[in-house]
């Protein structure tokens, strides 16, 4: 019991110690990076968002075509079944 206590107040102590530090003396990874690094980092975030917008556009694109063809494509019942009499006489 007595080592599992100890280990418990140091562990307290060690948060304590790193909580306690101002703000100027705390390291953010921003700041272990350096510049050139976290600017490769942010660099590869925009290209990867822009590679998934660019797909979600063209899924959005490729989903209209179908949706397209398929109605083109249709059969006279299908078309009658769908409509029925509601269509216009020309």
């Not at 060690?14 to 980092?41: F, H, I, R, S, Y």
């Not at 990867?48 to 075509?65: M, N, P, S, V």
């Amino acid at each position: 019991m007595g080592k599992k206590r100890k280990q418990q107040q140091q562990q307290r102590v060690d948060n304590n110690a790193t909580a306690g530090l101002p703000k100027q003396e705390a390291m953010t990874l921003a700041d272990q990076l350096g510049g050139d690094v976290l600017a490769k980092l942010k660099a590869a975030k925009q290209d990867l968002t822009a590679k998934e917008q660019a797909a979600a556009e063209e899924r959005h694109a490729q989903a209209a075509f179908e949706r397209k063809q398929r109605e083109k494509n249709k059969s006279f019942e299908e078309l009658l079944n769908e409509y029925g009499d509601k269509g216009t006489k020309f």
